[in-house]
């Protein structure tokens, strides 16, 4: 009679060890036959192909283009190979006593993205108003033939604790990050819709996920893009269109306004404590890296999500 081999306990020290000695013999495996090595090992040689993003060839559109994370992403795409319409209020918004970006702004950042070889296009644009963001596609179409990828950057924040805030405060807040984005969304689906294809980001923000005292109209308008990105996926989704938004944290753009050294060393300092990684501020390149995934063909099945560009900032959500 044979004796039944006692049980292998499952101990965290036996799964460490069992995948080293995986990994370590997939290492050998691959050395002893290259030719059947992994895809991993075969695709991090140094004679790999580029991966193909999808992108090259495509039109993008990008809202809040003048500079920050709009004009970064309207780089980044160019770089991918997207020809890139820079979209962009181009003035000062009455009762908002944050300045915008210019005209020169925008012309700047078309001129970056020509220099990345790329076609780029220039339009002033309010969001808040649906007939101009028609107009904004009408022309990119007219012009450029077609969208592939929409950009719904653009965004205000003019912070007051509750009790001591305006109805302009409010009133241009919502206007613009809630009202403007859902304009955006609403001009460029149809085409989108008919096309049967499409990729659309819609930026937050960290605030969009939990609470912050003192700035509750920028935080409501964030929450409520959260809940836009994920309506709009279910409707896309038939139509092969992916909906996603990005979540940063604290980033170096001028949404803050004029600081004094100071304040930005304040600032910085609160960030720092904020995010669980060592860091303060954000780059505008660091969240447009994210952007272009979510637009690629590697992000394909990807929809409905919310990432978060954080910082480890968002290991703090309950969810």
Same mark, same amino acid.
């Given at each position: 009679m044979n004796r039944a081999k006692p049980k292998k306990l499952i101990t965290r020290r036996n799964i460490i060890l069992g995948g080293s000695a995986a990994v370590a013999g997939t290492a050998a495996a691959a050395l002893q036959n290259p030719e059947q090595s992994t895809p991993a090992i075969a695709q991090n040689s140094s004679s790999s192909q580029p991966v193909n993003t999808g992108i090259n060839g495509t039109v993008a559109? &990008? %809202? /809040?283009? /003048? +500079?920050?994370?709009? +004009?970064?992403?309207?780089i980044a795409l160019a770089r991918a190979g997207a020809d890139v319409v820079a979209v962009d209020i181009g003035r000062n918004i009455s009762g908002h006593p944050i300045p915008l970006a210019t005209a020169q702004d925008l012309a700047e950042t078309v001129r970056l993205v020509q220099a990345e070889g790329q076609r780029g296009l220039a339009i002033q644009a309010d969001i808040r108003e649906m007939q101009q963001m028609r107009g904004v596609v009408d022309r990119t179409i007219r012009e450029l033939?077609? #969208?592939?990828?929409?950009? *719904?950057n653009a965004g205000i924040n003019d912070a007051s604790p509750i009790a001591e805030s305006t109805d302009a405060q409010w009133r241009n807040v919502i206007d613009v990050n809630v009202i403007g984005t859902a304009n955006t969304l609403r001009a460029v689906m149809p085409h989108m819709i008919g096309r049967k294809q499409g990729r659309? &980001? &819609? &930026? %937050?923000? %960290?605030f969009g996920r939990q /609470? @912050? *005292?003192? @700035?509750a109209n920028y935080v409501a308008s964030k929450w409520a893009l959260v809940g836009l990105t994920k309506s709009a996926a279910l409707e896309a989704a038939p139509h @092969?269109? %992916? #909906?996603n938004a990005i979540a940063p944290t604290g980033v170096r753009t001028g949404l803050g306004g004029s600081q004094t050294p100071e304040q930005a060393k304040q600032g910085? $300092?609160?960030l720092r404590a904020y995010n669980a990684l060592p860091i303060g501020l954000l780059e505008p390149s660091d969240i447009a890296d994210s952007v272009v995934y979510l637009v690629?063909? $590697?992000a394909r099945y990807v929809t409905g999500m919310t990432i978060d560009v954080a910082a480890g900032a968002n290991a703090k959500y309950t969810a």
């Open positions: 559109i &990008v %809202t /809040g283009a /003048g +500079r920050g994370i709009g +004009r970064a992403c309207a033939g077609k #969208v592939d990828i929409m950009i *719904a659309i &980001v &819609v &930026v %937050t923000s %960290t /609470g @912050n *005292a003192g @700035n @092969n269109i %992916t #909906v910085e $300092q609160t690629s063909s $590697q």
